[in-house]
């Protein structure tokens, strides 16, 4: 599988992203696809997880209720909606996939990386 994050730029506090992954690989629709970023200096974070489906998704507390994930099989993408963003957003946001179908929510269960996008948000 290979991936490609794409949709990052400059925005500011309280303004809105929207990332794309594009997948290439056939068992994509197979597996569930997560989201990490990370900051300078900082340890990658994981931010959530969609399942095969795009029937059940899981967040990290810090962007609970203001990230959103789905995804179209169809098109082999997974899109990362990111609202009321602040500056401790700002990171290299990346998109994954992982061995199995419904661990969206571990970490661990990733395993195929796409190159990362930047994301700045301004104060």
């Known amino acids: 599988v290979q991936l490609q994050a794409s949709g990052g730029g400059l925005v500011q506090a309280g303004g809105s992203l929207r990332l794309s992954c594009a997948a290439s690989?056939?068992?994509?629709?197979?597996?569930?696809v997560g989201w990490f970023r990370q900051a300078p200096g900082k340890e990658r974070e994981f931010i959530g997880g969609?399942?095969?489906?795009?029937?059940?998704?899981s967040f990290a507390d810090s962007v609970k209720g203001r990230f959103t994930i789905s995804r179209d099989n169809a098109k082999s993408t997974v899109i990362l909606q990111m609202n009321s963003l602040k500056t401790e957003d700002t990171a290299v946001y990346y998109c994954?996939?992982?061995?199995?179908?419904?661990?969206?929510?571990?970490?661990?269960?990733?395993?195929?990386w796409g190159q990362g996008t930047q994301v700045t948000v301004s104060s």
């Open positions: 994954a996939v992982s061995l199995f179908a419904s661990q969206y929510a571990n970490p661990r269960s990733y395993i195929y």
């Open positions: 969609i399942d095969w489906s795009g029937g059940s998704a």
């Open positions: 690989g056939r068992t994509f629709s197979r597996h569930a």
